[in-house]
């Protein structure tokens, strides 16, 4: 994510509206990133991105300046997609933990990534394919770093409940990624 | 967890981009100028409702000093008269040459 200029966000907080739509050309794309890759749905996922940058905008003097700009402008928008999940989608969260899955699983992790480099494209589009439930906790837990206790507060569900969907999504991705090998091992040959 | 799986999967995923439709800005940009007007119209508000309040206050004391006070000046005039005041002796007197005047014609 590209670095905001302090003036920008000055600019902002003033309510220059020149600042606004700087600071908006200059985030558009990752924070769309972020919103595709919790919703799929386009035309939802640019709804969440006009709420969450129209919040960012009207918030913006909250922010003291004492940590990443950016950081928190990405935390607005993953709170947005996370509300309209919780308001508009069934999530699937009821699977408990299975220890016996979770090793296994945790063992061939690194099977995946060794030999395929595989493209963001392609990524996203793996991540998309994810059921909401599933897609929604491996999003929380590997890519934006939070805690299975941080994940069943936002989500409102158990602790076992977000490992046993962060489980289930990693072997769903394996799966999804394994039909992807093949299809290259095939064109190798 | 997230150690084990997939380094290079996580990093490409948090470079995941797209670029949104120009809707978007102009639906945020809808919603900021729609937000400008409504406290612009709160401001209003509040303006209108401090004049009405200042309005009545005064017309209040009009109605004070033009109804009440008023009849208070008028009493004070009578017991003038009564007590036999300078105003209210004067005209006893202006009368009493008034009569003396009509026995005289």
Known sequence: ?189 | MTSHFNSDFTKKARQIEASPSDAVWLKIENRLLQERLEKHKSMQRYFIAAASFSTILIAGFLIYYTEIQTPNITIAQEISVENNSDYGYYDLKKLHQLSEAYKNL
Not at chain 1, 25 to 31: A, G, M, R, S, V
């Open chain 1, 1 to 189: 994510m590209q670095v905001t200029h302090p003036n920008i966000i000055e600019g902002c907080k003033r309510g220059d509206p020149n600042c606004q739509k700087q600071l908006y050309e200059l985030h558009k794309n990752t924070l769309f990133g972020v919103c595709i890759r919790y919703i799929p749905n386009h035309a939802d996922a640019e709804d969440i991105l006009s709420e969450g940058f129209f919040k960012i905008l009207s918030k913006i003097h909250t922010f003291k300046g004492d940590g990443n700009f950016e950081g928190w402008m990405r935390r607005v928008v993953v709170n947005e997609c996370l509300m309209f999940l919780r308001k508009s989608v069934n999530m699937h969260l009821t699977l408990e933990l299975n220890e016996t899955i979770t090793h296994n699983f945790e063992k061939d992790d690194d099977d995946v990534e060794s030999e395929y480099p595989f493209t963001i494209e392609e990524v996203q589009d793996a991540i998309q394919r994810l059921p909401d439930g599933y897609r929604t906790v491996f999003n929380l837990y590997v890519i934006d770093d939070l805690k299975h206790r941080e994940i069943a507060d936002v989500l409102q569900i158990s602790i076992n409940t977000s490992k046993s969907q962060l489980i289930l999504a990693k072997k769903r991705l394996r799966e999804i990624l394994k039909k992807k090998y093949s299809f290259y091992d095939k064109y190798k040959k």
